[in-house]
């Protein structure tokens, strides 16, 4: 009697057990897979579901300002002469390239009592010392003597008293000693000017340039084209002008000396024949 009982109270605890787990397990199976494990201290995360399509905001394009140009009158027109020269002779191969890394022969140096024109120290170097009055020292190359030209060079001013300059002539000529000018005042604020020389000397432009120091290097290009002529210092324009003057001439470079010691440096001399060039403006 108690044996039946207890099988029948074993059997009645199995049922309950049994329906007891399908009931989690059709549970479970409602979960969708979804199951967060939780530890201590954690917070339980929501089973939001995360959207895969991204939201893009279209930009608006906007239009490229041009800034206005901010060069003075004379060296706006300058640019626009210069500019499609300068384009024009970007990958020719000038007909004058000198670094001075050995002295060629072709450059008129010398020496005259302390002063000289000498290539020394990969430079062609221009020296005055103790000058009283105007004194002149200067050098050429026999080869730049076109009459449309493009001339290029880097230059350093050691040393110069404040009133002398450094003096770059083009349509220069021995007959009369007069030229196209370019001065450079490297202890004078930087000043340069230019004009002609002879028996019309006249000065057509001049500034100041932070670019003329004494002991930096720059680079000045200077462009004659028929009657029409302008110069540029670290490519940012100078001024221009005309003139009918001169039709013919050589360029020299040189300096004016009215006191005291003076040198002035040239290295990486560039020169072309504008008659060599096709399709100029």
């Known amino acids: 009697m108690e044996k039946s009982s207890f099988l029948r109270n074993k059997l009645v605890i199995g049922g309950i057990v049994v329906i007891a787990l399908l009931s989690f ?11 967060a494990i939780v530890t201590s201290g ?3 995360p929501t089973n939001t579901e995360i959207s895969t399509t991204a939201t ?16 003075a009158p004379q060296a706006e027109q300058a640019r ?23 002295d060629n022969g072709n450059w008129s140096t010398g020496v005259i009592g302390q002063n000289s024109a000498q290539i020394a120290d990969g430079m062609l170097q221009l020296t005055v010392n103790d000058a009283v009055g105007d ?3 200067g050098s050429r190359h026999e080869a730049m003597s076109a009459d449309d030209f493009v001339v290029q060079f880097d230059v350093r001013i050691p040393v110069m008293e404040f009133d002398s300059h450094l003096s770059i002539l083009w ?43 004494l002991g930096e290097w720059f680079t000045v290009t200077i462009i004659g084209q028929g009657n029409h002529f302008a110069a540029l210092i670290n490519d940012q324009p100078l001024g221009d002008f005309e003139d009918t003057t001169r039709p013919v001439g050589r360029v020299v470079l040189g300096m004016n000396i ?3 010691d003076a040198i002035a440096e040239f290295d990486n001399v560039k ?7 096709p399709g100029l403006p």
């Open 271 to 277: 020169y072309w024949n504008l008659a060599n060039v």
């Open 56 to 71: 893009i905001t279209p930009i608006a394009p906007t239009e490229a300002t041009v800034a206005p140009s901010t060069l």
């Open 25 to 35: 397990g059709w549970y479970l199976s409602s979960l969708d897979g979804r199951i």
């Open 171 to 213: 349509r220069w000529l021995p007959s009369d000693n007069s030229s196209y000018w370019l001065t450079l005042f490297p202890s004078l604020n930087g000043a340069w000017s230019l004009g002609g020389a002879g028996n019309n000397f006249f000065q057509a432009a001049n500034g100041n340039l932070d670019f003329i120091r």
């Open 135 to 137: 004194t002149w020292m």
């Open 258 to 260: 009215f006191s005291g």
């Open 80 to 102: 626009a002469f210069t500019e499609p020269i300068l384009q024009a002779i970007a990958n020719r191969t000038p007909e004058v390239e000198d670094d001075f890394s050995f």
């Open 42 to 44: 954690a917070v339980m």
